[in-house]
């Protein structure tokens, strides 16, 4: 397994290892048609949002590099 916090496994299975993660970065992760965002939140609570919307996430699937950007396209 990687050292990534937030990751996909061998049996596609979102896997998280909270104790890596930042407080309050946001990590994506894209699986199934959707995206998922991870955060640890100032209380170490976990959160996650799932993002469906298929414009949005066929945006995703060709520059998943950018998936952030993607996101905060969105706010404008």
């Known amino acids: 397994m990687s050292d990534s916090p937030v990751l996909i496994d061998e049996e596609n299975k979102i896997k998280l290892k909270p104790e890596l993660m930042i407080v309050e970065k946001i990590y994506p992760i894209l ?3 959707s995206i998922f965002l991870f ?18 996430v066929q945006k995703a699937q ?15």
């Open 39 to 56: 955060y640890k939140d100032e209380n170490e609570m976990i959160n996650c949002y799932e993002v469906v919307d298929k414009e949005i």
């Open 62 to 76: 060709k520059n998943p590099e950018k998936i952030i950007d993607i996101i905060e396209e969105l706010d404008k």
């Open 31 to 33: 699986i199934d048609n």
